[in-house]
């Protein structure tokens, strides 16, 4: 008892199990959905804990091991309250007959429900002038978007300077992009001659040079039109962009993310 006190951590609502204390350890992002995290889940027995508890159930249905390490788990820990009082999910064994899954703790025992869809922050009503104003607060706070992994779960996909120069669909897509994007810019958005040339300049840049190559070529052409710290976050929010699932702008708005305690999208 005296070890699993010791062991328990309550700012985090878990036990760390020999782990040093650290506020930030966990990830507040699901490993499974991606979203945020809003009830956690400890994988046993290897502990390991970015996982939402009804995605990791889900997921335990077919896969009855950590998504992290695949070591076969014998049950999911959750809502913490104390070192002695949480409730633990035991995941049935593979020669039991499909049952509901049901959670059990001392007391009592419930069949699990299905997982809900996440609702978005974002307002489901677009409006354009609150989006533009909310891209001119990003370029003022030069706040980075949080990149997101290319699988399947995110349908986020990386691209290559050949794939960019066969795919119309991605020239259309950064056309689209830079079009708003560049509205953020008073000195691009007054001239519409030199914001095509640059529009068109860009779309060159990305048939020949990697948006992020080691010797920042992308970059440092960028940067003479938009300086070096606008330019860099630019193309930072133009593959983040080009690598999402996302063909309307209205919904890159609603599910890009900052780090936290920055400016988050807001309808006006």
Known sequence: MEALQKDYDPTLGFSIKGKAKQRDAPQ???VICLDAVTERAVAVPCNHLNFDFLCLCSWTQEHPSCPLCKTPLTAIEYDWRSPTDRKVYTI???EDKPKAPAATTSTNRFHLPRRRPAQS???RIHN???ALAFRRRIYAEQNYSLHVGANRTSQYRNFTPATFTTSPALQSR???FMRREFQAFDFLAENNARLGFLIEYIVAILKTTEIKDAAGSASALVSEFLGTSAGSLFLHELEAWLRSPYERLEDWDRHVQYAPKRPRYQNG
């Open 28 to 30: 507040d992002t699901c």
């Open 92 to 94: 049935p064994k593979k």
């Open 121 to 123: 922050s974002h307002p």
């Open 128 to 130: 354009p002038n609150a």
């Open 174 to 176: 950064a056309r689209l």
